[in-house]
């Protein structure tokens, strides 16, 4: 089938540390993959993304790589901040050209000073 | 920037109200589409539309209508509301084709549902 699985939250980790938060999809072909977050009380806001196979997304210090042979787009940050907490949403593009997306369960993060 | 606005942040019905949530955007975007939110399950799509007049069920549609007059706006209809509809709504836009602006969806900040 066409999905996108993220690891379970929360996450819970001091100001400082590493994150990864793993993401794994399954498709046929090889959809754009995008990484959303979402701060309390707001909307989606896309964080990053990657439209092919070796392409590495990066923005506020978050990366992610587009792994095709893993199908897996895991989210890191070399050291996260208290403003990071949020929830995030792996998602990848739909089939066809309808612009659809299929996101993850999303994964709480809470960064603790 | 694009801007997507959702006409309430907070709305509280009552069952069998009709609901209407609406959503705008600001960038000539053809595609748009209604989401709902809820713990453990993510983003579920509930319709888009890829052009004014048309529409397309999403994964879960049931209880739900749409309507996209203008090309700027796309609403989201509650013929009869229910409890179990009470929900985050989220309303988000997108161009045409596989560019990379093209390719990403722009979300409205929400509108949060509650029904008694």
């Known amino acids: 089938g066409n999905s996108v699985t993220q690891m379970e939250g929360p996450v819970t980790l001091s100001e400082e540390a590493f994150l990864t938060i793993n993401c794994t999809y399954t498709a046929t072909g090889y959809p754009s993959l995008f990484w959303y977050v979402q701060y309390p009380g707001e909307g989606l806001q896309l964080l990053l993304k990657?439209?092919?196979?070796?392409d590495k997304g990066s923005n506020k210090g978050f990366e992610a790589t587009y792994r095709k042979e893993t199908t897996s787009f895991h989210l890191e940050k070399g050291s996260v901040q208290v403003s990071d907490s949020a929830v995030y949403f792996c998602?990848?593009?739909?089939?066809?050209?309808?612009?659809?997306?299929?996101f993850g369960q999303g994964t709480t993060l809470q960064v603790k000073p | 920037d694009v801007k997507v606005t959702q006409s309430s942040r907070y709305l509280v019905k009552r069952t069998g109200e009709k609901v209407f949530l609406e959503c705008v955007q600001d960038m000539d975007h053809e595609n748009m589409f209604w989401y709902r939110q809820d713990p453990g399950l993510g983003l579920r799509l509930i319709y888009f539309s890829y052009d004014v007049k048309m529409k397309e069920k999403g994964d879960i549609p049931e209880g739900y209508s749409v309507s996209r007059e203008k090309k700027e706006r796309f609403s989201l209809i509650l013929e009869s509301a229910s409890t179990n509809q009470t929900s985050m709504y989220l309303c988000a836009s997108k161009g045409q084709g596989r560019g990379w602006d093209t390719d990403t969806q722009y979300f409205g900040p929400g509108t949060r549902l509650t029904v008694l």
């Open positions: 998602a990848r593009g739909g089939s066809g050209n309808t612009g659809k997306l299929i």
């Open positions: 990657a439209t092919k196979a070796d």
